[in-house]
């Protein structure tokens, strides 16, 4: 990949940097319930406000359709100002006057979050018009957003060609670590892809399968490839008409070298409850009105055996119904061993994606792994081999 910009490419002293964020944090009757994308901002800010720089934060909010008061930013200016420790101003519209009021009063190392982008359609449509009125408002432009940069949109892509533009720290430390286990990484290299659709990431399986040297495929999603070899399901969740897709992605993996890891064994129940009465069984003798709801011990020993032969890790989703607690031991175990095995060096783990980071977090070993990434969209689309938009832009020479 060429090379793309950092903070340590720029002088953002005495300038206005407008920083693209992602703060589409989670909220319930009006707090923050998880502050994680705001205190992964905080390097950023910290350190272009002690390089003299006036900080501009710019981001999305949920998907308002126009104005939506209950979409604001505003509700984020408070615990993004406690996590810097210093104050934030708030303007009340991400262009025009009232942006450029706020703006224009900060002084050197001060913080601006202008409102949610979203409310104007430009943003997603890429608007170069937009971006413009966006870019009169800085100097320099800084991504900090991996999250978003599968998204061409005005303030993810057409600006960056408006302004010297560069990747702040956490965008910079996620590419980092998505180059280290996929452009260049040390061998063996393993994946775990976990979910419940094939079809949602036949992408990636199929890139994968070509890439790396072990494939554990697991979750409901690894039902349909054992529908596809002739194997009893039961009344798993299973995409049946995908099952030439399935049956494509194993002769990928088998003309690749690719070693690929279905469950040996299965921890079934009648229905997917908390009470459920649950048994583990051989994956060829589930029973006609069982469904599978997570991998057995036999398939968590296979797979942490292949983790010890491995030296890179990439894994995006769960390999079980991990959010019910009869069902999330084959994912607790598995994380609980990539922790252990990048502890004692042996291991370098990257992992992506809402659901992964949740079962981490359960494992409480999130602090564990070599990066753990938020992004969702964005980090399936880089292991599925893209170049993202909001990426290409920062791509210098």
């Known amino acids: 990949m060429a090379r ?20 589409n944090v989670p909220v319930q009757d009006g707090r923050v319930t998880d502050a994680t994308r705001i205190e992964r901002l905080v390097p950023t800010i910290r350190e272009l406000a002690d390089k003299g720089a006036r900080i501009v934060v710019m981001s999305h909010f ?44 900060l002084a ?44 061409a949109h005005a303030s993810t892509e057409a600006i960056a060609h408006l302004l010297p ?23 063996p290299l393993a994946a775990i892809v976990g979910g419940a659709k094939v ?18 495929i697991g979750g409901a999603m690894a039902n349909t490839l054992l529908f596809a070899q002739g194997v009893g399901i039961g009344t798993s969740l299973c995409e049946r008409d995908m099952t030439v897709e399935a049956r494509a992605v194993i002769e990928r993996a088998k003309s690749a070298g690719c070693a690929l890891l279905l469950p040996l064994d299965a921890v079934v129940a009648k229905k997917l409850a908390r009470g459920a009465e649950a048994t583990t069984v051989p994956i060829e003798r589930v ?11 036999k398939t968590v020993a296979a797979i942490v055996e292949r983790l010890r032969q491995s030296r890179t890790l990439v894994w995006n989703g769960p390999v079980g119904a991990f959010e019910t607690a009869l069902f999330d031991a084959g994912t607790l175990a598995l994380a609980r061993a990539v922790a252990a095995l990048t502890k004692a060096g042996k291991l370098t783990s990257v ?9 981490l977090d359960a494992a409480g070993v999130a602090q564990d792994l070599s990066y753990v990434s938020t992004a969702g969209g964005a980090f399936l689309e880089w292991m599925e081999g893209r170049m993202l938009p909001g990426v290409a832009a920062l791509i210098r020479g």
């Open 165 to 187: 533009a560069a990747a702040g720290r956490l965008m910079q430390a996620e590419l980092e670590a998505l180059q280290a286990v996929l452009e260049a990484p040390q061998r």
């Open 4 to 23: 793309f910009l950092t903070l340590d490419d720029i002088d953002p002293s005495g300038k206005t940097v407008l920083l693209r964020a992602d703060l």
């Open 287 to 297: 029973p006609a009105d069982h469904m599978i709801l997570d991998i057995g011990p």
């Open 351 to 359: 992992a992506g994606g809402g659901d992964t980071v949740a079962a």
């Open 62 to 105: 949920g998907r308002p359709k126009g104005v939506d008061p209950a979409l604001s930013l505003r509700i984020v200016a408070a615990p993004l100002a406690r996590a810097l420790g210093r104050k934030v101003a708030f303007a009340e519209d991400c262009i025009g006057p009232e942006a450029k009021s706020v703006v224009d009063a």
């Open 108 to 151: 050197p190392g001060e913080v601006a979050l202008l409102e949610n982008l979203r409310f104007h359609k430009e943003e997603e449509a890429n608007d170069a018009g937009f971006a413009r009125e966006l870019a009169s408002l800085g100097d320099i432009y800084v991504n900090d957003a991996f999250s978003a940069a599968h998204r």
């Open 199 to 216: 079809s949602t990431k036949l992408e990636l399986l199929a890139f994968l399968a070509g890439k790396v040297d072990c494939l554990v």
